[in-house]
Each structure stands twice: as C-alpha cells, then as structure tokens.
C-alpha cells in the first residue's frame, strides 16, 4: 500500500505551480491523470533545455514536474472531449487546474456543473489573485508567472543586498509554495470529507501564497511601523553569508548562548566583552565593528572547512552550495533526495525527490515523465467505459489524441 494510492486525480494544469503540486500527489501514490490538448500538450514541453536527439515539445521543464504521472490527451473544446472529460470526473477523487479563472466553466464545466457529476469530488485552483467566485479580488483578473507574485507578496523587497535592485527568489517559490499550499488544502478537504461524504473548492493566490511566506516583514512592520528591506538582517547578527577562502558560507547566530558558541569558535571571545555587540540588535546596528572578525577568520578557512568548525562548535552554518555541488552532497544521498528515471530516445536523468520522508514508504516507486497521449485510449476505456469504436471516433473528430 502507498499513502494516496487510493485517490485518483485529475490533473489539469500547466507550467509551474500545479503540476509540482500535483507531483506531490503522485510521490505518494495517487494515480495523477494529466489532461493535455492534443498536439502541443502543458505548455511546459516547449520549454528549458532541449532533450538530446528530440523533438517538437522535448523542452525539458516538462520534466521537472511530470514523473509517475499518466498523460490522457483531450481537447475540452470540442463536445466529444467534454463528455469524456465529464466521464473521467464522475470517477476522480480530485482535479486540479491552474488555469486562467473561469476557463473551466467557459467550456461548460464550472464547479456547479462539477459538484454535479461527482459531489464527492474535491476541485483545486491555483492562480495568480484567486477566483472571484469565493473571495474575489480588484486584480483576479491579472496574468502571473511566479516572479509577479514575488513580487506582489513582498518577497522581492526583502532579497539580497541593500542596495541592489530586487530580485526574484530564484527558485520559483511563487509557483511551488503555492502548488504546495494547494495540496494541503487538498488533504484538509479530503479528510472533512471522509466525515461528511461531500468535496468542496480548495482555491489557492500565488499572491497569497507569497504574502504567507513574507510574514516576518509584514508582522514587523505592524509590530514597530517600520518597513524591513533588503540587506542584513536588522536585530540578528552575524546572520547572513560571508565570504570564505574558496565561496561563502551562510551563518546564523540567533540569541546569546549561539553567540557565545560563535566567538569561542572563531577565537574571538573578547568579542562578548564589547557592550555595543551585546545583542543581536546591537550587533546588526554595529556589525561593521564585528565583520574585520569573521572575514578575517573565514580567509583562512575553505567554505566546507568553516561551516564544519562551526557545526562542530554547535553554531548554525552551511557552505553555499551549487546545483553541482547539491548532486553530490553526501547528505543528498543519504536522504534519498535524488531519484532516476529513463525518457526515451534521450538517456536517463536525476530529479529532485520528495522532501517528505514516510518511515512505511522510503522507496515509492518511480515512473518516467509520460509522453503526450501515452494513456489516452487505456484510461479512457477503464476510467470512462468508452468502447474501441468511441475512441475512433473522438480521435478523428479530434476530440482525443
């Protein structure tokens, strides 16, 4: 048994922030259906890095998201498409789109018409400001990528330096802090609906998503009036990255015993004596005071080297690592955060694992990105209960694909 296998979801997104979301699903075992428009399919086969040797639709940003999911390819415009559509939610446990809001019921397939077919049915939307049918908003209307709602949620205020122009998280937080908060939501209403038999709308801003995540600057402000930016952090230090022999390494010294620990580990202890860096408020107002210390420390240190010695001296510290660096992380492996997969016609390729570790499913299976279309016809005959001469027929009105 795997923790989701039981649910069967349909999916019915694009880009970023639902199809990680949904893969989050699938990690666990939910059999994760992906609808797709027949010839182009998620608009993330067109992007990334090109596979080897491929093709239309071989961008490799597809794949990030796309592992131990199955592609059905239906064209929801078309009304051979829609009654199939409709056939495969009758059976689902959940979809989830991220779609422009009211796509859906533009083609006839809102969430009244929905909750009709399958009243159990739990319906997920991630977008950039949210439906206006549950709490609308002035912008529910706006387009967004990731970056937009960074932005929007303050994110972009409070990266890097002070001074430099703002930047976005890097790691496309707007998307997969979203598509993660989606799959809560997802949980929550299937658990209520285990004691009431009934699915409900779990809706879910990037936006929203982001202020979330910004909520230390917004509680400060409240708190004190004062607006946080970028830079070092203003009542923690020495609370940042800093530069080491050979990259930097990220320390974190939050309350006295840490920076007691911190001045015995660089050999600094006549630093507690000073009263100007006797809290980490004090220490952030005055850190150029502290800065000669730890640089001076660090130049003779490797980044490994440093943020070993701290580790061992119980301070808080990394070296800042690159995605090379990350592969070959001994802790990477050792966590199982790294899993593989073959794509045909293009060799075998590493993807990042599920971060959640279940102590009855260390080693969920692992299936290959699917190919557009790969489960059009077994789905649609054991989900939906169409024939052979229905699936030839919908392919050549061009329903399916």
């Known amino acids: 048994m795997r923790p989701l296998d039981d649910l069967v979801v349909l999916d019915l997104t694009q880009f970023a922030a639902g199809p990680y979301g949904t893969q989050v699903l699938a990690d666990a075992g939910a059999r994760v259906i992906k609808i797709e428009v027949p010839g182009t399919g998620d608009a993330y086969r067109h992007e990334g890095p090109r596979l080897p040797n491929g093709g239309p639709g ?64 739990v319906y997920a939307t991630v977008t950039g400001f949210g439906h206006p049918d549950l709490l609308p908003s002035p912008l529910s209307g706006w387009p967004a990528f990731a970056i937009v709602a960074e932005a929007f949620g303050g994110v972009m ?10 930047h976005g998280s890097g790691v496309s937080a707007g998307d997969l802090v979203a598509g993660l ?35 230390r600057s917004v509680f400060a402000y409240s708190a004190t009036g004062e607006v946080p930016h970028r830079g070092f952090e203003g009542h923690l230090a020495p ?8 990259g930097w390494v990220a320390i974190g010294v939050i309350g006295q015993p840490v920076w007691l620990r911190f001045c015995n580990a660089i050999g600094r202890p006549d630093l507690l004596d000073d009263p100007d860096l006797a809290t980490g408020s004090a220490r952030a107002r005055h850190l150029e005071r502290l800065l000669p210390a730890i640089e001076e420390w660090l ?39 790294l899993v593989e997969f073959d794509y045909p016609g293009a060799g075998t390729f590493r993807s990042v694992a599920s971060p959640v570790k279940l102590g009855e499913d260390l080693d969920p299976p692992v299936r290959r990105p699917p190919l557009l279309g790969e489960h059009t016809d077994a789905i649609l005959r054991e989900l939906a209960g169409l024939d052979d001469e229905t699936l030839v027929r919908l392919r050549t009105e061009g329903a399916i694909g």
């Not at 070296?319 to 802790?331: F, G, K, N, Q, T």
Request: charged residues 30%; positive net charge.
């Open 58 to 121: 071989d961008g490799t940003y597809f794949m990030r998201f796309s592992r131990s999911k199955e592609s059905v390819a239906i064209d929801l415009s078309r009304p051979g498409g829609r009654v199939a559509f409709e056939a495969l939610v009758a059976r689902a446990d959940v979809l989830v789109e991220n779609l422009k809001p009211g796509s859906l019921a533009r083609l006839g397939l809102g969430w009244e018409r929905l909750r009709e077919l399958n009243p159990r049915l």
């Open 239 to 246: 609370f940042g990255a800093f530069r080491a022999r050979d």
């Open 299 to 337: 130049s003779q240190r490797t980044k490994q080297e440093a943020a070993a010695e701290l580790a061992a001296a119980n301070v808080p510290a990394a070296p800042v690592l690159d995605a090379r660096e990350v592969s070959e992380s001994p802790h990477v492996a050792a966590r199982r955060m």
């Open 157 to 166: 205020d409070v990266i890097g330096d002070a001074g430099c122009r703002p």
């Open 181 to 215: 908060d989606a799959m809560i939501g997802v949980l929550m209403a299937l658990h209520q609906r285990e004691r009431t038999g009934r699915g409900q709308r779990v809706d879910v801003a990037m936006a929203d998503a982001m202020t979330s995540m910004n909520e």
